[in-house]
């Protein structure tokens, strides 16, 4: 089975900086294109940021545009999302996807439990 693990959230303020982080075991990692999503408490889903299995090809929400960056490394078997100047908004549940490429949920296969950012003023 495809086991994702998050970490690297944490409590900042805004303006700061975090890098999160998605370990991916269980299968060929170059295979699986990967994506990052976000929730927040009263509010669906949404997406963040994806991947295509060789990083050739990225694509961000507009929300996160020109502040986070998503990035992999295969040899490594992770997926990382760079997020700079973080703004109070950003506050969410953030989740690391394996197996789809793109904004719709429903073509990630594997999901991890998450990792929670919050962003105070």
């Known amino acids: 089975q495809v086991q994702l693990v998050e970490s690297g959230g944490g409590l900042v303020q805004a303006g700061d900086s975090l890098r999160l982080s998605c370990r991916v075991s269980?299968?060929?990692?170059?295979?699986?294109?990967m994506g990052w999503f976000r929730q927040t408490p009263g509010k669906a889903r949404e997406f963040v940021a994806t991947?295509?299995?060789?990083?050739?090809?990225?694509y961000c929400a507009d929300s996160v545009k020109g502040r986070f960056t998503i990035s992999r490394d295969n040899a490594k078997n992770t997926v990382s999302l760079e997020m700079n100047s973080l703004k109070p908004e950003d506050t969410a549940v953030y989740y690391c996807?394996?197996?789809?490429?793109?904004?719709?949920?429903?073509?990630?296969?594997?999901w991890g439990q998450g990792t929670q950012v919050t962003v105070s003023s």
């Open positions: 269980g299968r060929t990692f170059s295979s699986l294109a």
């Open positions: 996807a394996a197996g789809g490429y793109g904004v719709i949920q429903s073509r990630y296969a594997y």
């Open positions: 991947i295509t299995t060789n990083g050739g090809i990225t």
